[in-house]
């Protein structure tokens, strides 16, 4: 298997707490994660900043899962090749531990697109959110826009809601980047024109009971 290098930006844009890479990486490079075992499918390493976890990567599928120290799946999807690294591809789903899903949704090299849903871990609906494509200045990117659900663990609508993309001049991003001289990660800070998700038309918010208790129109 090539040397892999899992590479992804940190995007600071999302006004809602909400990251852009929504499901976690616990690989960095094969010079960085031991390998504890290794089949004709693919091979086992100890998960990066986290030795009592295991990380699976498969050569044909490009199969990725993060294992518990119980041997639980947490975390799985696939990778795509990008030169000497690896980027999210396609669907990729969050466990809280024992099949409970935490967080589900897909992606297009290492960005998320189209619906996205979070659990609580009782199986309750959390949220309900979309990431949509948007060119700038002939550049992609995908930003959250379109409709916004958040639940009570009881299943009541809490918030309901749209966002739209709108193009931010003075955005910031922080990158992880390898130091050509010394080979090692360092984080740069990366300045320009992007979208971000604004809230607009409509938002309700609700109580537990399912009674409305704030109206915004924007």
Not at 68 to 94: F, I, M, P, R, S
Not at 145 to 168: H, P, R, T
């Amino acid at each position: 298997m090539k040397k892999l290098l899992l590479c992804f930006a940190l995007c600071s844009f999302l006004n809602q707490g909400f990251a852009q890479i929504e499901t976690p990486l616990s690989f960095t490079s094969e010079d960085d994660n031991k390998v504890v075992k290794e089949t004709d499918s693919g091979k086992y390493y100890t998960a990066s900043k986290d030795p009592e976890k295991t990380v699976y990567i498969g050569e044909d599928p490009m199969v990725y899962r993060l294992y518990d120290k119980d041997n639980v799946v947490l975390v799985e999807g696939t990778l795509v090749a990008d030169g000497d690294k690896y980027l999210h591809q396609g669907k990729w789903t969050e466990y809280y531990g024992k099949g409970k899903v935490k967080a589900s949704g897909c992606y297009v090299r290492d960005r998320p697109i189209g619906r996205w849903l979070k659990y609580y871990p009782s199986g309750k609906l959390m949220s309900s959110y979309s990431y949509a494509p948007i060119e700038n200045n002939g550049s992609p990117y995908y930003c959250m826009a379109g409709s916004y659900e958040e639940y009570y663990e009881n299943g009541q609508l809490k918030v309901s809601g749209f966002y739209k993309a709108v193009i931010d001049e003075n955005s910031k991003d922080t990158v992880i980047v390898q130091d050509p001289m010394t080979g090692n990660d360092v984080k740069k800070i990366i300045k320009g024109s992007r979208p971000r998700p604004e809230k607009f038309g409509t938002w309700e918010y609700y109580d537990e009971k399912g009674e409305l208790t704030k109206k915004e129109d924007l």
